[in-house]
Each structure stands twice: as C-alpha cells, then as structure tokens.
C-alpha cells in the first residue's frame, strides 16, 4: 500500500514507522515543516509537506493522525480523493470522514505513545470502524499486520472504551501521586509500592478487580479508615471516604465497629 | 537463630520458609493444629502447637504473625520469655509489645502474599522498628538476609505507608473494576487496558505520577469530560467529577469551553 500520513506527533511517528516496514510511507504532512522531514528522514523513502493542497491524490490510505480537536479542521481542507481515509482518534466519531469520503473509518490504538519511548507494536489493542464491509476488511487486516490484538468498536464504543483508560490509567496515576505524596512524608516514595502495585496489577489482570478487592474498606474496618482520614489532609481525607464509600456500597459492607 | 513462628497464615508461611533457609523455624504455632502442621511440614524441623501456653521458652526470635485485631490478644496470652519479639502488621503498634518485653519490634513486609504464589522476597521492601538499638540492629540485618529493600520505620511512619497502599494498591483496583465494567458494555475486559495500565506504571515509577498525569481533566477538556458523564452510570459519574475536580485543582486548571 501507498500510504500519506498526515500528522507527525507521537500516534503519527510510531504508526508510520511500524507501516512502513512492509508498505510504503510516500508522504508526511505536518503544519511545521521540520516535524514532517524529520518523521519523512527515518522512513524509506516518503516526501515531506506542510501544505494540505499538496497531498498525493493516488494513495492507498490516507491516515488522519492529528489531536483529536484538529481532525475536522484537516478534513475540512483537503481535496477529495480516491483511497481509504482513516483517522486515529479516540473520541472523534467517524462521521467526520463519512461527509468527504466514500471509503473511511477508524484505525485507533489503545495505548500512549512517546516519541522516544519504544512500544511493542504487537501487544498495542486495535479498534477499527469502517463505513462499509470491504473497507473494514481492508483495515482491520492491516492492523493485524501490526498488532495480535484487533477488534471492531464503533463510535459510541469507542468512547467508552476512552472513559475506562480514564479510569483505569488517568484516575490510577492521580492516585499514585497522592500515595508519593504521602511517602515523600516518611522519606519515600513510589519504589517501595512498586512490588505491591504489581501483584495489585496481575490479580486484577488474572482474578479480576473485582473479586481480587482487598482492603480496610472491603473489610468494613472502621478503626482504620477513621485513623487513616485524621492522618490525611483535607482534601485526601475527603476522596478517602468517597472511594471507601464507593467500595462498602459495592460490596454490601456496613460500617463494622469493632 | 532458633525461630517460633506464631500464626500460620500466608505472611507466617512466606516468612517462615524464607527465615528457615538461614535459619531454624523450631516451632509453628496456629490456633487450628491442621494450619500449624501444615506449615510446619514445609520446614526443615519445626513442631506445630496449637496451645499458646507451650510456646518454647528459649528461642532468639518470636514473629508474631496473626490478623491485626488478634496481636494484642495472642500476646496477652503467652509466657514472658527472653528473645526478641516482633510483629508483622501495617497498623499495630509496637506499644502493644513493648509493655510486656524487653527486647521487641516490629518486622513489616509492604507486600501482599497469597498462599500458593511464589513471591521474589528480595523484592519486598521491608520496615523495622524496635525498642532499642540493638534489637534493631538485630532484626534490620535479619530483613537485609531477606530482601535488599530494608527501611526504618517508626509505627506512625508505618500507618502512612498503609494509607498510602490503599491509595495506590485498594483504591486503583477499585478504578480498575470500574473499568471492567465499563469495557464489559463493550464486550471487552480489562486485557485490552493492560498495555496502557504497563505504560502508565512505568511512566509514574520514571518520571514520578504527578509529572506525567495526563487526561482530559489534566487538559481542562470540558466537553469530552461532559460527554464522558454522559455515558456513565449515576454513581461512575459521580466519581468521574470528583476525581477530575481533583485533578484539575492539583493543576490549578480550569473548566475549558471548546
């Protein structure tokens, strides 16, 4: 496959890449020129450009790889062309391409990316949505080619699938910088509840969350739980009892004086 | 050293068969004689008792090793003996030993332990508290035989470590179970969060959490948080709010309207 990537952030940088390797790249777009020759300079042989006018009109695919408030801006300015039309993002409907083209769909991949952080391509999960069945086809071959892990997920499945990384990464990581930051109190910090975290990570991976949940809350233990809210500051106090709530509700525990 | 072992649970058995390498595990004690016995059939010469009264008089170390709530009553009940005495717990205080021996402290792994999972001991960190120095010294270099991971630390030192496990640990699997269930109205599990949750651990053990929060409220997305309360169950969104109110207060970020 001929294949234009327009966008050259860290999505853009990595897909290329990874495509290149059996297609061929012919052209980057970026709206800075030197981002586009610098992703261009690490592929075989693609053409940098930072003028939307200028994209080949005779590629295969045409993958949309810019943040997700910036995809119809980019739709909007290209000329119409012949190829599959995808774009990457999480939360952007495919709707946005549906209006343009007449082969368009979704190539998004479940995972952060950083520019000079490697990623395995082959564990990153896929979700590919597709205006008709040969174009479906046609993608979701591709990202098998990428990745052992690809599924169909629309546009409302999509996003839900982005509301559950919220809470399973971007909510996580709040929690653990309120945790170092209880550490950093008795001169500590992450690294010594990184053996715990990881056993936490593969009960949850291998039990699931929910049968593996463990805890003062799950006990209904409200000694500790008091003693731990007047340890904490306000702030931490109040999300403590929020989330021991949340928990006693799920399991049925009622406060247990013991 | 000629160790007893008080308590049979999975802490007393992962401890008792790491001690009983270097050393002697002469006597496991269980209120139930089968959980005695059976630890003590893993080691090399220990006899189970289930009588606190026939506790050995003349061993170097006793490790208390029982629920939280049983410490105090476990030790009301033995014999004063010389030896160190220790307990293992998070939250109980070294209080609880000192009234009754000379030489005593408390030997805590910051690790949960399931009874048929190998655990890489030297990964555990470890925190030691004692009454006086040499028994401190005594117990530290015992944890550094174990682990390369060995910290002091006293019993109010102790109770934010566990509060900030529960951050860490408890609550993130809470999250993560609400990220099961969201990914189940997709036919999914949390197999296709896993890359992600790797990277997000990864990210906050390099460049500590706080550095790399990311997500919509870390980006004062207003409409995509909107739409992502939206799709969520009354309580989810609840939890949704607050946990992004809180970010974006850490952040000093506001409400965006795009």
Redesign the interface.
């Known amino acids: 496959m001929r294949i234009v990537i327009i966008g050259a952030g860290n999505v853009a940088t990595h897909l290329a890449k990874a495509l290149d390797a059996n297609h061929d790249v012919v052209q980057v777009y970026s709206h800075t020129i030197q981002n586009a020759e610098t992703l261009a300079n690490v592929l075989k042989h693609a053409v940098a450009t930072n003028d939307l006018s200028q994209i080949y009109p005779d590629a295969d695919l045409y993958i949309v790889s810019v943040k997700?408030?910036a995809v119809a801006s980019v739709v909007d300015k290209v000329k119409v062309t012949s190829g599959i039309w995808v774009h990457t993002s999480g939360?952007v409907s495919i709707e946005v391409l549906k209006h343009k083209f007449q082969q368009c769909g979704v190539f998004y991949p479940?995972?952060?990316f950083?520019r000079d952080?490697e990623?395995n391509m082959t564990?990153?999960?896929f979700f590919i949505e597709a205006c008709n069945e040969d174009t479906e086809n046609m993608i979701f071959s591709l990202a098998q080619e990428l990745s052992k892990?690809v599924?169909k997920?629309d546009s409302a499945?999509r996003?839900?699938?982005?509301?559950?990384?919220?809470?399973?990464?971007?909510?996580?990581?709040?929690?653990?910088?309120?945790?170092?930051d209880?550490?950093a109190?008795?001169g500590?910090?992450?690294?010594?509840?990184?053996?715990?975290?990881?056993?936490?990570?593969e009960?949850?991976?291998s039990i699931?969350?929910?049968e593996?949940?463990?805890?003062?809350?799950?006990r209904g233990d409200v000694k500790?739980m008091e003693?731990?809210e007047k340890?904490?500051l306000p702030?931490q106090a109040k999300?403590?009892r929020?989330?021991s709530q949340?928990?006693m509700?799920?399991y049925n525990i009622r406060y247990e004086q013991?």
């Open positions: 997700d408030d939360s479940l995972q952060t950083s952080v990623v564990e990153v999960p892990s599924h997920a499945q996003s839900k699938l982005h509301v559950a990384a919220v809470f399973g990464c971007n909510f996580v990581n709040y929690l653990w910088s309120i945790s170092n209880i550490l109190e008795v500590c910090d992450l690294d010594v509840l990184m053996p715990l975290i990881k056993v936490t990570t009960k949850a991976a699931s969350p929910t593996g949940q463990t805890g003062p809350a799950r500790i003693m731990h340890m904490l702030e999300l403590y929020t989330l949340c928990i509700e799920k013991n």
